[in-house]
């Protein structure tokens, strides 16, 4: 089973989000802004984040940078998700979904990043 952290400013997409990875087997926790998503990862072994770009307080943009320099998290594989028609281009993400996203394209991204995170180093 997975654990995957997903980090949204609305309570409706979160609840959605959560819905749909449950019905995959996947173990869900739950943040709504970037400082409480870093409280969480700091606790707590998690597989792939799934985050909003943009939201108040530290959004998506700047939890994946924190992430992506820290080396106890940047193994975690990161998808972001926005309503924005063009992703931020200095983020080092590993997938982008426009919203609003179809969840059977969710769960095939999240399956597809955490089976790359599993693959061997060639």
């Not at 997975?2 to 990875?21: F, Q, R």
């Not at 707590?44 to 998290?73: E, F, H, R, Y």
């Not at 940047?74 to 281009?89: E, K, T, V």
């Not at 993400?93 to 955490?114: E, F, H, Q, S, W």
């Amino acid at each position: 089973m997975k654990t995957v952290l997903l980090v949204d400013d609305d309570p409706a997409t979160i609840e959605a989000w959560t819905l749909s990875m449950q019905g995959e087997d996947c173990n869900v926790l739950c943040a709504f802004d970037g400082n409480k998503a870093l409280s969480i990862l700091g606790e707590q072994s998690v597989d792939i984040v799934v985050s909003d770009w943009m939201m108040p307080g530290l959004g998506g943009a700047l939890l994946c940078q924190t992430m992506k320099n820290d080396a106890s998290l940047a193994h975690i594989p990161f998808l972001m998700i926005s309503g924005h028609p063009n992703p931020p281009a200095f983020v080092s993400y590993d997938g982008y979904l426009r919203k609003p996203v179809d969840v059977g394209t969710l769960i095939a991204a999240v399956n597809r990043l955490c089976a790359a995170k599993k693959r061997p180093p060639y």
